[in-house]
């Protein structure tokens, strides 16, 4: 049997989504910006895909740009927001546990000349309150906060913090990085105060190489990438049809019976976690399991590196993931779980397993079963 849990890496794309991105390769493929007949049914595609990103965000199609991903996504929102806005301000916030596609825009912003506030998180993974509360400032222009942590499954309380942002710090402008939450989350940027928000397509059974950034109307950003002035001069470059098609298409079957998708992803995470509680020296990290996302478990296995276990696992036909697959190869030890409290070596045993809605209750019992054999056999060779 094989068992896909590394979803949070990458999803397989739809089968949907995989016909709409050899259409627009090899039948429709003009250039969308060209006048004739081929241009026109090439940006029909893109048309249509902002129109169903706006319907799902209750935004306008106007306020959605595409990307080649989420960290062109969160660079754009990150740099060209606070370019834009700095004769109002120069202080800018995020926390402890972001992504790198977030922490490193803002330690650019900060050599700069912006000052950096890195708010704390708790045990959980979850931004402290009274931190936000007293980092804000009337300078403030700029906080970013990930709805769902990519290592870990936590979910940050978005409204709260937008409605604590916009209070205290009314130049600030609020950014999501909602590259974990969309498709699982109903997300009204408008009602919820967000100003900007980031989305990569192949975390949702789309295409890789490919995402979009929303941003309020009302919004100043800087353009990062010059040329041809496609976007109306936000985003230059020929558009992506094929992979803007196939994230439009990925965005809409997500979210088709979500409620649904969303109940069997936690069912499979329950009862991964109670296999793995019933375990000797495991530890579960993050939020309890209906209080975090639905697709993402964090757990240590003491005593067992997370590079050896990945391997056993992978030799077995099961794929996990050492933390995040964009820092992974790294060497570091994770920032999100040193933010959390985690000791280094717990650091250094902990894997992450996560969902999509194809994985099956088969996939968890046989993952528990290659666990439950392997587990004391590396526990005995670790200890030599």
Request: proline share 4%; hydrophobic share 40%; aromatic share 6%.
């Amino acid at each position: 049997m094989e068992a896909y849990f590394d979803n949070s890496a990458t999803t397989r794309c739809y089968d949907e989504v995989k016909d709409i991105v050899i259409q627009t390769m090899t039948e429709d493929f003009g250039n969308p910006s060209a006048m004739h007949q081929k241009g026109v049914e090439a940006e029909r595609y893109v048309k249509e895909s902002a129109a169903i990103l706006a319907k799902l965000l209750k935004v306008n199609e106007k306020e959605i740009f595409f990307t080649s991903g989420g960290t062109e996504s969160d660079n754009l929102a990150l740099i060209g927001a606070a370019m834009a806005n700095q004769r109002s301000g120069n202080h800018i916030v995020t926390t402890a546990v972001e992504h790198a596609a977030v922490l490193q825009p803002m330690e650019f912003l900060r050599r700069q000349g912006f000052e950096l506030t890195i708010l704390p998180v708790d045990k959980r993974g979850v931004l402290e309150p009274g931190a936000l509360k007293e980092a804000l400032r009337p300078d403030t222009i700029l906080v970013s906060v990930m709805y769902v942590n990519n290592e870990v499954g936590s979910v940050m309380p978005v409204d709260e913090i937008a409605k604590t942002v916009h209070e205290m710090s009314p130049k600030a402008l609020f950014h999501v990085d909602a590259i974990q939450g969309f498709g699982k989350y109903v997300i009204h940027p408008k009602k919820a105060g967000i100003d900007l928000l980031s989305v990569s397509g192949h975390k949702i059974h789309g295409p890789k190489g490919v995402g979009f950034l929303y941003v309020n109307s009302k919004v100043k950003v800087q353009p990062q990438m010059l040329g041809g002035g496609q976007q109306n001069g936000m985003r230059s470059g020929t558009d992506n049809v094929p992979g803007i098609a196939g994230l439009g298409k990925a965005a809409y079957i997500s979210y088709l019976d979500r409620s649904q998708k969303n109940e069997h992803l936690y069912r499979l995470k329950e009862q991964l976690v109670n296999g793995l509680v019933e375990m000797e020296q495991v530890v579960i990290h993050g939020m309890p399991v209906r209080e975090g996302a639905p697709h993402i478990v964090s757990a240590c296995f003491s005593g067992i590196r997370s590079e050896v276990l990945l391997h056993t696992l992978e030799e077995r036909g099961i794929y996990i993931s050492a933390g995040s697959a964009c820092s992974s190869h790294k060497r570091k030890p994770s920032a999100v779980l040193t933010a959390m409290g985690l000791e280094p070596a717990d650091i250094a045993c902990t894997v992450r397993f996560s969902f999509a809605e194809e994985n099956t209750p088969e996939e968890v019992d046989y993952t528990l079963g290659v666990l439950r054999e392997v587990l004391p056999m590396l526990r005995r060779y670790s200890r030599r």
